[in-house]
Protein backbone atom coordinates (compact mmCIF):
# COMPACT_ATOMS: atom_id res chain seq x y z
CA UNK A 1 0.00 0.00 0.00
CA UNK A 2 1.21 3.51 -1.06
CA UNK A 3 2.77 5.23 2.51
CA UNK A 4 1.73 9.00 2.92
CA UNK A 5 4.48 9.91 5.54
CA UNK A 6 4.00 12.94 7.55
CA UNK A 7 5.90 13.89 10.76
CA UNK A 8 5.01 15.12 13.69
CA UNK A 9 7.92 17.22 15.66
CA UNK A 10 7.46 17.78 19.48
CA UNK A 11 9.38 21.26 20.99
CA UNK A 12 5.80 21.82 23.36
CA UNK A 13 7.97 20.99 26.30
CA UNK A 14 9.26 23.58 29.04
CA UNK A 15 12.86 21.88 29.08
CA UNK A 16 12.84 21.99 32.65
CA UNK A 17 15.72 20.19 33.69
CA UNK A 18 18.09 21.81 30.80
CA UNK A 19 17.33 25.20 32.34
CA UNK A 20 20.37 27.03 34.74
CA UNK A 21 17.35 29.37 35.80
CA UNK A 22 13.51 29.82 35.54
CA UNK A 23 14.30 32.73 33.56
CA UNK A 24 16.04 30.77 30.64
CA UNK A 25 14.33 29.70 27.13
CA UNK A 26 13.33 26.23 26.93
CA UNK A 27 16.12 24.38 25.44
CA UNK A 28 14.11 23.42 22.02
CA UNK A 29 14.66 27.58 21.58
CA UNK A 30 17.99 27.78 22.04
CA UNK A 31 20.36 29.29 19.04
CA UNK A 32 22.33 26.86 18.17
CA UNK A 33 24.47 28.02 14.48
CA UNK A 34 22.53 30.85 13.83
CA UNK A 35 18.78 28.96 13.99
CA UNK A 36 16.58 28.09 17.11
CA UNK A 37 16.84 24.16 18.08
CA UNK A 38 14.21 22.83 17.05
CA UNK A 39 14.28 23.80 13.12
CA UNK A 40 17.37 21.48 12.74
CA UNK A 41 14.90 18.70 13.33
CA UNK A 42 13.07 20.01 11.34
CA UNK A 43 15.17 20.76 8.53
CA UNK A 44 16.84 17.09 8.31
CA UNK A 45 13.39 15.71 8.19
CA UNK A 46 12.13 17.64 5.23
CA UNK A 47 15.38 16.24 3.50
CA UNK A 48 13.34 12.73 3.67
CA UNK A 49 12.29 11.95 -0.21
CA UNK A 50 9.25 10.33 0.79
CA UNK A 51 8.43 13.26 3.92
CA UNK A 52 4.93 14.92 2.66
CA UNK A 53 4.38 17.38 5.21
CA UNK A 54 5.53 18.41 8.77
CA UNK A 55 3.40 19.19 11.80
CA UNK A 56 5.45 21.33 14.45
CA UNK A 57 3.86 21.42 17.89
CA UNK A 58 4.71 24.52 20.24
CA UNK A 59 3.53 25.32 23.61
CA UNK A 60 0.55 26.44 24.02
CA UNK A 61 1.83 29.72 26.19
CA UNK A 62 2.80 32.06 24.38
CA UNK A 63 1.89 29.83 21.08
CA UNK A 64 1.58 32.98 19.15
CA UNK A 65 5.38 34.36 19.34
CA UNK A 66 6.55 30.54 18.87
CA UNK A 67 4.09 30.52 15.99
CA UNK A 68 6.11 33.65 14.38
CA UNK A 69 9.57 31.91 15.19
CA UNK A 70 8.71 29.15 13.03
CA UNK A 71 7.43 30.61 10.51
CA UNK A 72 10.72 33.13 10.15
CA UNK A 73 12.43 29.93 10.00
CA UNK A 74 10.39 28.36 7.28
CA UNK A 75 10.98 31.63 4.97
CA UNK A 76 14.52 32.18 5.88
CA UNK A 77 15.73 28.13 5.53
CA UNK A 78 12.47 26.77 4.06
CA UNK A 79 11.66 23.18 4.56
CA UNK A 80 9.99 23.14 1.10
CA UNK A 81 7.28 20.97 2.36
CA UNK A 82 3.63 21.76 3.70
CA UNK A 83 3.86 23.13 7.50
CA UNK A 84 1.31 23.02 10.17
CA UNK A 85 1.67 24.16 13.69
CA UNK A 86 -0.21 23.44 16.48
CA UNK A 87 -0.39 24.16 20.44
CA UNK A 88 0.75 21.27 22.72
CA UNK A 89 -0.05 20.07 25.77
CA UNK A 90 1.18 19.62 29.71
CA UNK A 91 2.55 15.93 28.99
CA UNK A 92 4.27 15.03 25.81
CA UNK A 93 1.51 12.54 25.18
CA UNK A 94 -1.20 15.45 24.92
CA UNK A 95 1.28 17.44 22.60
CA UNK A 96 1.36 14.29 20.70
CA UNK A 97 -2.69 14.23 20.26
CA UNK A 98 -2.26 17.84 19.28
CA UNK A 99 -0.06 16.77 16.56
CA UNK A 100 -2.10 14.09 15.54
CA UNK A 101 -5.28 15.59 15.11
CA UNK A 102 -3.46 18.23 12.75
CA UNK A 103 -2.59 15.39 10.35
CA UNK A 104 -4.17 15.73 6.59
CA UNK A 105 -6.92 12.53 6.39
CA UNK A 106 -4.32 11.27 3.40
CA UNK A 107 -1.51 10.93 6.27
CA UNK A 108 -1.29 6.99 6.55
CA UNK A 109 2.62 6.44 8.42
CA UNK A 110 3.60 8.76 10.87
CA UNK A 111 7.15 9.73 12.58
CA UNK A 112 7.16 11.43 16.12
CA UNK A 113 10.43 13.05 16.65
CA UNK A 114 11.64 15.20 19.63
CA UNK A 115 13.18 18.40 18.82
CA UNK A 116 15.75 18.09 21.99
CA UNK A 117 17.52 15.66 19.68
CA UNK A 118 18.85 18.04 17.00
CA UNK A 119 21.71 15.46 15.85
CA UNK A 120 19.04 13.12 13.94
CA UNK A 121 20.60 11.78 11.07
CA UNK A 122 18.41 11.11 7.58
CA UNK A 123 19.98 7.70 7.46
CA UNK A 124 18.36 6.85 10.48
CA UNK A 125 14.78 8.17 9.81
CA UNK A 126 14.53 6.37 6.54
CA UNK A 127 15.98 3.23 8.22
CA UNK A 128 12.31 3.27 9.87
CA UNK A 129 9.96 4.42 7.30
CA UNK A 130 12.09 1.13 5.35
CA UNK A 131 10.79 -1.14 8.22
CA UNK A 132 6.84 0.77 8.28
CA UNK A 133 7.15 0.02 4.57
CA UNK A 134 7.84 -3.84 5.38
CA UNK A 135 4.88 -3.84 7.43
CA UNK A 136 5.71 -3.20 10.90
CA UNK A 137 3.24 -1.21 12.92
CA UNK A 138 5.74 0.29 15.19
CA UNK A 139 9.62 1.08 14.44
CA UNK A 140 11.98 2.28 17.43
CA UNK A 141 15.77 3.23 17.11
CA UNK A 142 17.05 1.95 20.13
CA UNK A 143 20.98 1.16 21.40
CA UNK A 144 21.96 -1.33 24.45
CA UNK A 145 23.02 0.88 27.60
CA UNK A 146 27.11 1.35 28.48
CA UNK A 147 25.73 1.06 31.84
CA UNK A 148 24.45 -1.98 33.89
CA UNK A 149 20.98 -0.96 34.22
CA UNK A 150 19.35 -2.14 37.91
CA UNK A 151 15.72 -2.08 38.95
CA UNK A 152 15.21 -0.41 42.51
CA UNK A 153 12.14 -0.16 45.12
CA UNK A 154 11.07 2.87 46.67
CA UNK A 155 13.96 2.47 49.44
CA UNK A 156 16.47 2.40 46.81
CA UNK A 157 16.75 -1.17 47.63
CA UNK A 158 17.74 -3.43 44.27
CA UNK A 159 14.86 -5.10 43.33
CA UNK A 160 16.27 -6.45 39.82
CA UNK A 161 19.22 -6.95 37.25
CA UNK A 162 17.85 -7.88 33.96
CA UNK A 163 20.62 -8.53 31.70
CA UNK A 164 22.09 -5.88 29.66
CA UNK A 165 21.96 -7.18 26.23
CA UNK A 166 18.38 -7.29 26.31
CA UNK A 167 17.88 -3.66 27.41
CA UNK A 168 17.59 -0.52 24.89
CA UNK A 169 17.80 2.62 25.39
CA UNK A 170 14.86 4.04 23.17
CA UNK A 171 15.36 7.41 20.59
CA UNK A 172 12.97 8.94 18.05
CA UNK A 173 12.28 9.74 15.93
CA UNK A 174 9.74 6.84 15.73
CA UNK A 175 7.58 5.17 13.55
CA UNK A 176 4.12 4.37 13.45
CA UNK A 177 0.80 3.59 11.49
CA UNK A 178 -1.19 6.11 12.22
CA UNK A 179 -3.90 4.40 12.74
CA UNK A 180 -2.31 2.10 15.23
CA UNK A 181 -1.09 5.57 17.07
CA UNK A 182 -4.10 7.34 17.12
CA UNK A 183 -6.20 4.33 18.59
CA UNK A 184 -3.28 3.93 21.38
CA UNK A 185 -3.46 7.81 21.96
CA UNK A 186 -7.56 7.72 22.03
CA UNK A 187 -7.23 4.82 24.58
CA UNK A 188 -4.74 6.52 26.71
CA UNK A 189 -7.57 9.52 26.38
CA UNK A 190 -10.26 7.80 27.57
CA UNK A 191 -8.48 6.19 29.94
CA UNK A 192 -7.72 9.48 31.67
CA UNK A 193 -11.63 10.89 31.38
CA UNK A 194 -12.53 7.40 32.86
CA UNK A 195 -10.11 6.54 35.38
CA UNK A 196 -8.58 8.25 38.58
CA UNK A 197 -5.88 10.10 38.23
CA UNK A 198 -3.46 7.54 40.06
CA UNK A 199 -4.99 4.35 37.62
CA UNK A 200 -4.21 7.04 34.56
CA UNK A 201 -0.56 8.15 36.20
CA UNK A 202 0.19 4.24 36.38
CA UNK A 203 -1.34 2.58 33.40
CA UNK A 204 -1.22 5.30 30.86
CA UNK A 205 1.50 7.58 31.80
CA UNK A 206 4.01 7.53 29.40
CA UNK A 207 7.33 9.05 28.22
CA UNK A 208 7.38 7.79 24.50
CA UNK A 209 4.95 6.91 21.98
CA UNK A 210 6.26 3.36 21.64
CA UNK A 211 4.84 3.05 24.98
CA UNK A 212 1.38 3.64 24.57
CA UNK A 213 1.38 0.70 21.62
CA UNK A 214 2.94 -1.74 23.71
CA UNK A 215 -0.45 -1.42 26.00
CA UNK A 216 -2.28 -1.93 22.92
CA UNK A 217 -0.29 -5.21 22.88
CA UNK A 218 1.14 -4.07 19.18
CA UNK A 219 4.29 -5.49 18.27
CA UNK A 220 6.63 -2.38 18.64
CA UNK A 221 10.15 -3.46 16.95
CA UNK A 222 13.33 -1.89 18.01
CA UNK A 223 15.96 -1.04 15.14
CA UNK A 224 19.87 -0.07 16.11
CA UNK A 225 19.38 3.47 17.31
CA UNK A 226 22.55 6.06 16.26
CA UNK A 227 24.92 6.48 19.17
CA UNK A 228 25.16 10.20 17.61
CA UNK A 229 21.38 11.41 18.41
CA UNK A 230 21.81 11.98 21.57
CA UNK A 231 19.21 13.71 23.32
CA UNK A 232 19.59 17.48 25.39
CA UNK A 233 17.90 16.82 28.87
CA UNK A 234 20.09 18.24 31.28
CA UNK A 235 21.94 21.72 31.74
CA UNK A 236 24.98 19.18 31.19
CA UNK A 237 23.82 18.05 27.69
CA UNK A 238 24.13 21.32 26.69
CA UNK A 239 28.00 21.13 26.43
CA UNK A 240 26.95 18.88 23.03
CA UNK A 241 25.30 21.86 21.77
CA UNK A 242 28.79 24.05 22.34
CA UNK A 243 31.41 20.93 21.58
CA UNK A 244 30.12 20.92 17.92
CA UNK A 245 29.43 24.10 17.88
CA UNK A 246 33.26 24.67 18.25
CA UNK A 247 34.17 21.95 16.27
CA UNK A 248 32.80 23.35 13.10
CA UNK A 249 32.29 27.62 14.35
CA UNK A 250 29.63 27.87 12.06
CA UNK A 251 26.94 29.93 12.36
CA UNK A 252 24.35 30.03 9.14
CA UNK A 253 26.90 30.34 6.66
CA UNK A 254 26.80 33.32 3.75
CA UNK A 255 28.18 32.10 0.57
CA UNK A 256 29.42 34.05 -2.79
CA UNK A 257 29.64 32.98 -6.11
CA UNK A 258 30.94 34.91 -9.40
CA UNK A 259 30.00 33.90 -12.91
CA UNK A 260 31.05 34.99 -16.11
CA UNK A 261 30.83 33.72 -19.59
CA UNK A 262 31.05 34.90 -23.31
CA UNK A 263 29.44 33.77 -26.22
CA UNK A 264 30.12 34.50 -29.92
CA UNK A 265 28.05 36.30 -32.23
CA UNK A 266 27.25 34.54 -35.92
CA UNK A 267 26.13 31.20 -35.73
CA UNK A 268 22.38 29.86 -36.44
CA UNK A 269 21.32 29.92 -32.89
CA UNK A 270 18.38 32.65 -32.04
CA UNK A 271 19.35 35.42 -29.90
CA UNK A 272 18.37 34.59 -26.28
CA UNK A 273 18.99 36.50 -22.94
CA UNK A 274 17.59 35.38 -19.08
CA UNK A 275 15.46 33.02 -20.83
CA UNK A 276 13.95 35.84 -23.52
CA UNK A 277 14.08 35.94 -26.75
CA UNK A 278 14.84 38.74 -28.54
CA UNK A 279 12.63 38.83 -31.69
CA UNK A 280 13.38 42.32 -32.69
CA UNK A 281 17.42 41.63 -33.47
CA UNK A 282 19.14 39.61 -36.62
CA UNK A 283 21.74 38.77 -34.43
CA UNK A 284 22.77 34.92 -34.24
CA UNK A 285 24.76 33.25 -31.31
CA UNK A 286 26.98 30.37 -31.94
CA UNK A 287 26.81 27.90 -28.93
CA UNK A 288 26.43 24.06 -27.65
CA UNK A 289 23.13 24.93 -25.63
CA UNK A 290 20.56 27.38 -26.96
CA UNK A 291 24.05 30.03 -26.15
CA UNK A 292 22.11 32.13 -23.00
CA UNK A 293 25.57 34.15 -21.92
CA UNK A 294 23.17 35.59 -18.67
CA UNK A 295 21.74 31.88 -17.28
CA UNK A 296 24.96 30.38 -18.15
CA UNK A 297 26.91 32.98 -15.87
CA UNK A 298 24.24 32.68 -13.51
CA UNK A 299 24.74 29.31 -13.44
CA UNK A 300 28.61 29.10 -12.98
CA UNK A 301 27.56 31.71 -9.72
CA UNK A 302 25.34 29.36 -8.26
CA UNK A 303 27.81 26.82 -8.51
CA UNK A 304 29.77 28.71 -6.60
CA UNK A 305 28.03 29.07 -3.99
CA UNK A 306 27.90 25.68 -3.32
CA UNK A 307 31.73 24.44 -4.22
CA UNK A 308 29.79 23.03 -7.29
CA UNK A 309 32.63 23.46 -9.37
CA UNK A 310 31.46 24.95 -13.34
CA UNK A 311 29.18 24.74 -16.10
CA UNK A 312 31.24 22.91 -18.24
CA UNK A 313 31.91 19.92 -15.48
CA UNK A 314 28.11 19.74 -14.96
CA UNK A 315 26.85 20.03 -18.44
CA UNK A 316 30.05 19.43 -21.06
CA UNK A 317 29.72 20.50 -24.75
CA UNK A 318 30.85 17.23 -25.36
CA UNK A 319 27.42 15.61 -24.27
CA UNK A 320 24.79 15.32 -27.32
CA UNK A 321 22.29 15.50 -24.52
CA UNK A 322 23.40 19.27 -24.13
CA UNK A 323 23.12 20.21 -28.18
CA UNK A 324 20.65 23.24 -28.32
CA UNK A 325 19.28 22.52 -24.44
CA UNK A 326 17.16 25.07 -22.98
CA UNK A 327 19.71 27.00 -20.52
CA UNK A 328 16.63 27.26 -18.15
CA UNK A 329 16.66 23.01 -17.85
CA UNK A 330 20.71 23.49 -16.43
CA UNK A 331 19.28 26.49 -14.25
CA UNK A 332 16.74 24.43 -12.82
CA UNK A 333 19.65 21.11 -12.30
CA UNK A 334 21.80 23.62 -10.83
CA UNK A 335 18.74 25.12 -8.69
CA UNK A 336 18.15 21.58 -7.49
CA UNK A 337 22.15 20.91 -5.99
CA UNK A 338 21.96 24.25 -4.41
CA UNK A 339 18.57 23.06 -2.83
CA UNK A 340 19.83 19.45 -1.99
CA UNK A 341 22.20 21.73 0.27
CA UNK A 342 19.31 24.02 1.55
CA UNK A 343 20.60 27.13 0.25
CA UNK A 344 18.52 30.30 0.15
CA UNK A 345 19.63 32.97 -2.44
CA UNK A 346 20.02 36.21 -0.71
CA UNK A 347 20.50 38.35 -4.00
CA UNK A 348 21.29 37.95 -7.39
CA UNK A 349 23.34 40.67 -9.09
CA UNK A 350 23.94 40.30 -13.00
CA UNK A 351 25.65 42.36 -15.63
CA UNK A 352 25.68 41.99 -19.49
CA UNK A 353 28.16 44.02 -21.55
CA UNK A 354 27.25 44.24 -25.23
CA UNK A 355 27.37 46.96 -28.32
CA UNK A 356 24.53 45.41 -29.53
CA UNK A 357 21.48 44.37 -29.65
CA UNK A 358 20.18 46.73 -27.27
CA UNK A 359 19.01 45.36 -23.97
CA UNK A 360 16.83 48.08 -22.18
CA UNK A 361 13.81 46.62 -23.92
CA UNK A 362 13.52 43.50 -22.74
CA UNK A 363 15.50 44.56 -19.18
CA UNK A 364 11.84 44.57 -17.31
CA UNK A 365 11.09 40.56 -18.90
CA UNK A 366 14.18 38.95 -18.20
CA UNK A 367 14.30 40.54 -14.33
CA UNK A 368 10.91 38.99 -14.53
CA UNK A 369 11.68 35.46 -15.96
CA UNK A 370 15.16 35.21 -13.54
CA UNK A 371 13.02 35.93 -10.52
CA UNK A 372 10.79 33.18 -11.82
CA UNK A 373 13.61 30.90 -12.28
CA UNK A 374 15.11 31.13 -9.52
CA UNK A 375 12.05 31.05 -7.26
CA UNK A 376 12.73 33.92 -5.60
CA UNK A 377 11.08 37.41 -5.35
CA UNK A 378 11.99 40.33 -8.27
CA UNK A 379 13.40 42.47 -5.95
CA UNK A 380 16.23 40.35 -5.30
CA UNK A 381 17.35 40.35 -8.88
CA UNK A 382 18.93 43.18 -10.11
CA UNK A 383 20.14 43.53 -13.99
CA UNK A 384 22.33 46.16 -15.06
CA UNK A 385 23.74 46.48 -19.16
CA UNK A 386 26.51 48.45 -20.61
CA UNK A 387 28.49 48.83 -23.94
CA UNK A 388 31.74 48.78 -23.45
CA UNK A 389 32.56 51.99 -25.65
CA UNK A 390 33.64 50.18 -28.56
CA UNK A 391 36.58 48.37 -27.68
CA UNK A 392 37.19 44.77 -27.10
CA UNK A 393 34.98 41.84 -28.89
CA UNK A 394 31.76 43.24 -27.60
CA UNK A 395 32.45 46.66 -28.88
CA UNK A 396 33.27 44.89 -32.65
CA UNK A 397 29.50 43.55 -32.10
CA UNK A 398 31.42 39.88 -31.93
CA UNK A 399 29.59 38.83 -29.07
CA UNK A 400 28.50 39.37 -25.78
CA UNK A 401 29.58 38.63 -21.96
CA UNK A 402 27.76 38.43 -19.28
CA UNK A 403 28.25 38.60 -15.12
CA UNK A 404 26.56 37.24 -12.52
CA UNK A 405 26.91 37.14 -8.85
CA UNK A 406 24.79 35.43 -5.83
CA UNK A 407 24.67 35.37 -2.43
CA UNK A 408 23.27 32.71 -0.43
CA UNK A 409 22.83 31.75 3.07
CA UNK A 410 23.88 27.80 4.08
CA UNK A 411 22.33 26.36 7.73
CA UNK A 412 25.72 25.22 9.24
CA UNK A 413 24.45 21.80 10.16
CA UNK A 414 24.00 19.82 7.43
CA UNK A 415 24.28 16.20 7.66
CA UNK A 416 21.77 14.52 5.39
N1 LIG B 1 7.42 17.89 24.75
C1 LIG B 1 6.27 18.43 24.21
N2 LIG B 1 5.21 18.71 25.01
C2 LIG B 1 5.27 18.45 26.34
C3 LIG B 1 6.42 17.89 26.90
C4 LIG B 1 7.49 17.61 26.07
O1 LIG B 1 6.22 18.68 23.00
N3 LIG B 1 4.22 18.75 27.08
C5 LIG B 1 8.57 17.66 23.87
C6 LIG B 1 9.79 18.48 24.29
O2 LIG B 1 9.75 19.76 23.68
C7 LIG B 1 10.94 17.62 23.82
C8 LIG B 1 10.39 16.21 23.81
O3 LIG B 1 8.97 16.32 24.00
O4 LIG B 1 11.36 17.94 22.52
C9 LIG B 1 11.00 15.32 24.87
O5 LIG B 1 10.65 15.75 26.17
P1 LIG B 1 11.67 16.21 27.29
O6 LIG B 1 13.07 15.90 26.90
O7 LIG B 1 11.14 15.72 28.59
O8 LIG B 1 11.56 17.80 27.21
P2 LIG B 1 10.82 18.79 28.17
O9 LIG B 1 9.56 18.18 28.69
O10 LIG B 1 10.70 20.08 27.45
O11 LIG B 1 11.90 18.94 29.33
P3 LIG B 1 11.69 18.76 30.91
O12 LIG B 1 11.03 17.40 31.09
O13 LIG B 1 13.07 18.83 31.46
O14 LIG B 1 10.80 19.90 31.35
MG1 LIG C 1 9.56 16.36 29.91
Redesign the pocket.
Known amino acids: MLMRVWAI???????????KSAADA???FLLWKGLPL?WHSALTLSALPSLEGLVL???EDDFPAAEILALTCNRNFPLKLPLKITP?????????WS?LRALPPECTDVLV?????PFISCKLAKTILDALREGCLAVVPGLEPGDTIKEIDGQGLVTRTPPRASLRGIQ?PQGFKRRALHQAHSLANQARETHSEACFEKHWLV?DDAALLEKCSVPVLVIPGDPENR????VEDLALLKEITDSTDEPARPCVGFGYDVHRYGGNRPFILGGVRFESTDIRLQAHSDGDVLLHALIDALLGCIGGGDIGVLFPDTNAAYDNISSAVLLAETLELTHEKQMRIMHVDLTVAAEAPKISPYRLEILKNIAKLLQIDQSRVNLKATTEEGLGFTGAKQGIKAMASVIGLIPAQNKN
Open positions: LLAAGQGSRAKSKQFVLPGGILRQDSVGHDSARTTKITT
